[in-house]
């Protein structure tokens, strides 16, 4: 039985760190360290498994040296690649990050999306006690969401960025999801605000468990009507790139203990916060013990209900 199962496509991330600036068109810049690692939707599972989760993952790579180098990093973080598609003719997705540390910019190319149908997403539910995914296969998968319910499993869901939509699109699928994951813009895009707490509000209508990321200023959650606004970790950042997905890693490991929602919140934001004192989402630098030592500087400051 897995603690976790995540579903998403991955890549491999070649990371440009350490610029003094993002390049401008017909400009060359010179990084100061330059790594390739699994990344995309893979770092969440693979903080899960650092965590001590049992973590599976539904994803696609392809028989390429790409798609070799994302099998090795995710199977030494300890994911199970049971559900890990690569076929004949399948490629990999690969993203060029390039990044100054606090900003950064993207060239991507997409591989080959995995599958996933009702046959093989019962087998799948079967095993699993939680599923975590992103607001883009909750669409293109409409039968996810129903079968979790139906099968009692419990369901988180990151937004990932998905531009143009209201809290009116994805009402259907806040009402079905036990924890959602946006960060401050995203929240804010969505509920045409630009005031987090209000976007908190209004999002936590329609789904129990709502936490909103703001970067450096931590983060904000309502659970079942109590508002919760939380440290960032105090560490030098050297890069964001993928510390909302370990940030997520941290909150269900937590959460799939039984730990209180403090707790929950400070381990999340310790997650998030040891993965932006290095280059990209995971490294051999993210550890449980370095979690641990990171959550005893976190404060979580509660609000009643209305306050």
């Known amino acids: 039985m897995y603690d976790v199962t995540c579903i998403s496509?991955?890549?491999?991330?070649?990371?440009?760190?350490?610029?003094?600036?993002?390049?401008?068109?017909?400009?060359?810049?010179?990084?100061?360290?330059?790594?390739?690692?699994?990344?995309?939707?893979?770092?969440?599972?693979?903080?899960?498994?650092?965590?001590?989760?049992?973590?599976?993952?539904?994803?696609?790579?392809?028989?390429?040296?790409?798609?070799?180098?994302?099998?090795?990093?995710?199977?030494?973080?300890?994911?199970?690649?049971?559900?890990?598609?690569?076929?004949?003719?399948?490629?990999?997705?690969?993203?060029?990050?390039?990044?100054?540390?606090?900003?950064?910019?993207?060239?991507?190319?997409?591989?080959?999306?995995?599958?996933?149908?009702?046959?093989?997403?019962?087998?799948?539910?079967?095993?699993?006690?939680?599923?975590?995914?992103?607001?883009?296969?909750?669409?293109?998968?409409?039968?996810l969401l129903s079968m979790c319910q139906e099968q009692g499993v419990t369901v988180s869901v990151d937004m990932a960025w998905e531009p143009g939509q209201t809290l009116e699109d994805i009402q259907d699928v806040l009402e079905q999801a036990h924890i959602f994951l946006p960060n401050d813009k995203e929240a804010c895009g969505l509920t045409g605000t630009g005031d987090v707490m209000v976007a908190l509000e209004r999002i936590a209508r329609y789904c129990p468990y709502t936490v909103i990321t703001c970067g450096s200023g931590g983060c904000v959650a309502a659970r079942d009507g109590t508002i919760y606004k939380v440290s960032a970790a105090s560490v030098e950042v050297?890069?964001?790139?993928?510390?909302?997905?370990?940030?997520?890693?941290?909150?269900?490991?937590?959460?799939?203990?039984?730990?209180?929602v403090e707790d929950q919140l400070r381990m999340a934001a310790a997650s998030g916060g040891l993965a932006v004192t290095y280059a990209g989402g995971m490294d051999e630098a993210y550890s449980a013990d370095g979690v641990s030592a990171l959550m005893r500087n976190i404060t979580v400051t509660t609000i009643g209900k209305g306050e």
Not at 239 to 251: P, V, W, Y
């Open 9 to 143: 496509d991955c890549c491999v991330d070649l990371i440009f760190g350490g610029l003094a600036r993002i390049p401008a068109l017909g400009t060359e810049e010179y990084c100061q360290h330059l790594e390739m690692k699994a990344g995309g939707g893979a770092n969440t599972p693979m903080g899960l498994a650092k965590l001590g989760a049992r973590t599976a993952y539904i994803s696609a790579v392809g028989q390429d040296s790409f798609g070799q180098a994302v099998m090795e990093q995710m199977a030494g973080a300890g994911i199970s690649l049971e559900y890990l598609q690569r076929e004949k003719g399948f490629t990999t997705w690969v993203s060029a990050v390039l990044s100054t540390g606090q900003d950064r910019a993207f060239a991507s190319y997409g591989g080959t999306p995995f599958q996933l149908d009702r046959r093989s997403l019962t087998s799948i539910l079967k095993k699993t006690r939680h599923i975590h995914t992103y607001l883009y296969y909750c669409r293109k998968f409409p039968f």
């Open 238 to 260: 050297k890069d964001a790139n993928g510390a909302g997905d370990l940030f997520n890693a941290g909150l269900l490991r937590a959460y799939g203990n039984g730990a209180s």
